[in-house]
């Protein structure tokens, strides 16, 4: 459940309070005392759902039923929020267009699957000297996979590594 925590019946401190009934309808501001016997004549609870104004406000309302569906919405929210999975290619300044071709076929098929995909380049010894070769074969993996992803973070050199993320294709998801 969220960080929030209601004042309920006798924990409410304030003497008098805006007043909601349990039907929407707004009393007005009215001491606290009466707002809990009007609660308890209803068998609801009085919760304190805005307490940082002047006076409170108050809402006459089942607070089990209303913890319930606040939990219930959260779990929904969080079913529908959508976890993105980033897969990585690495590859070399020497590795074979052959080679490369699969890596390829496999980073098209977590695209359309709507993942992210991060092609890493690794310089090892006198490979360093030469970063342009790694940057063609990146472009190059770029321009074949640009009917279903866009370049998300162009080539990108860091340390002895180049970077670069492709995303699905906003009109090309399946």
Known sequence: ??????????????????????????????????????????????????????????????????????????REAKKLQKVIEVKEIQLRPKTDSHHLGFKVRDAREWIKEGMKVRVRARFRGRERDYPDIALQRMLQIAADLQDVAVVEQQPLMEGNTMLMVLAPAADKKK
Do not use: H, W
């Open 1 to 74: 459940m969220s960080a929030i925590n209601y004042r309920v019946n006798e924990q409410i401190r304030a003497r008098e309070v805006r007043l909601i009934t349990d039907t929407n309808e707004n009393i007005g501001v009215v001491p606290v005392r009466t707002a809990l016997q009007m609660a308890e004549e209803k068998g609801l609870d009085l919760v304190e759902v805005s307490p940082n104004v002047e006076p409170p406000v108050c809402r006459i309302m089942d607070f089990g039923k209303f913890q319930y569906e606040k939990r219930r919405r959260e």
